[in-house]
């Protein structure tokens, strides 16, 4: 299939010019809908992490839990690897693929060289790689006819967030910041400060975004996936400079910043991203503002269950806030503390993204 998209470059942004029709390339998720399918002889389903691990509460983990709930369901064994760096990434793969994987999952845009490379090299096995086009050689093609996209527009559901974030913060300052700079996180901060952006003309206010910038593509980034020291200094910096909302993009990172907010005694809220952070990590559930979601366990769930039964098919999987491949939480903790008519307020918003009447295109939008 041809793939009309912007595909990454690694500190720039990708080229605008992106066709939204893709998103009929991918139904609906139904989690469940392949449960009692018995799996062709031979099936063995595998994944491999990104540096972030499998325990990061957020990417990694929801895209493995997908998996699991298959080789469940199909009663089979499922065989993962955890990268610790991005050197890992090929050795990894080839591990996989000699340990006699039929299905192999790669979780992140940071391992698409590799994938594509094993693909090719191995044509008899079927391959689906989140967050990632597999087009690495810019001409709108996945390099390889044996593996499965599975992209998210996440700027229409960082939009709901970037607007709930204007209407909660009290100080008129919001802030976010990165892991690494590349499309599937940059494609959150854009559609979040769209949000608070459409906040701000729709009310007439000025609350102000900290740690990036649409119109330059530029902002803050930590260089990594990992909760560390870094992640908590930048988080402080945003909360130094008066921002009350946080959202950061990658990972484990959020972690990071709630120890920041926690140890500054700062009243800000946190906003997670990719899992319901809610439910995946309980000790920031009193901070939690909401997460903004990537149906990423289904969607894998699915493409599992499709090749489980000889059906695997390359057509890209692109969730939108249409089909639920991208979503926003609820509020939880904060449902009776958010203005009252935030949440139809934001039904409202949904609704004008879905038929185009409210614009969240990302640069890096698939």
Do not use: H
Not at 274 to 300: G, H, R, W
Not at 315 to 337: I, Q, R, W
């Amino acid at each position: 299939m041809t793939i009309s998209t912007t595909k990454k470059m690694l500190g720039v942004t990708a080229a605008a010019g992106l066709v939204f029709g893709l998103a009929a390339c991918g139904q609906a998720p139904e989690a469940g809908n392949e449960g009692g399918a018995e799996a062709v002889a031979g099936f063995k389903p595998c994944m491999v992490s990104d540096e972030g691990g499998f325990d990061d509460k957020s990417f990694n983990q929801l895209g493995y839990e997908g998996l699991t709930k298959a080789a469940e369901e199909l009663d089979v064994k499922l065989n993962e690897t955890e990268s610790k760096s991005a050197s890992d990434y090929a050795a990894n793969l080839n591990g996989l693929v000699d340990s006699g994987c039929t299905f192999i999952v790669s979780v992140g845009f940071m391992l698409s060289e590799p994938t594509v490379n094993a693909a090719l090299a191995n044509p008899d096995i079927e391959f689906a790689i989140i967050d990632d086009w597999a087009d690495n050689d810019f001409d709108g093609e996945t390099d390889a006819p044996n593996i499965k996209p599975l992209v998210f527009d996440t700027a229409q559901a960082a939009f709901l967030g970037g607007y709930a974030a204007a209407a909660v913060s009290e100080s008129g300052t919001v802030g976010t910041f990165g892991g690494g700079k590349i499309p599937p996180v940059t494609i959150f901060m854009d559609g979040f400060q769209r949000g608070v952006d459409y906040f701000n003309s729709e009310n007439g206010k000025d609350v102000k975004v900290l740690g990036w910038d649409f119109d330059k593509q530029d902002g803050q980034f930590t260089g990594e996936f990992a909760a560390n020291d870094t992640a908590k200094q930048m988080a402080q910096g945003l909360l130094d400079q008066g921002a009350d909302v946080l959202l950061p993009v990658g990972g484990p990172i959020y972690q990071s910043a709630a120890e920041a907010i926690r140890d500054s005694g700062d009243s800000a809220k946190l906003i997670g991203v990719d899992a319901n952070v809610f439910e995946t990590d309980p000790k920031v559930q009193d901070i939690l503002l909401t997460s903004i979601m990537k149906s990423m366990d289904v969607a894998v769930y699915d493409a599992a269950m499709e090749a489980a039964q000889g059906k695997f098919s390359p057509k890209p999987f692109v969730g939108v806030l249409e089909n639920g491949g991208v979503s926003l939480s609820s509020f939880n903790s904060f449902e009776d503390k958010v203005p009252a008519d935030l949440s139809t307020k934001l039904d409202e918003i949904k609704a004008g993204i879905i038929d185009g009447s409210i614009d969240a295109e990302s640069p890096s939008s698939p």
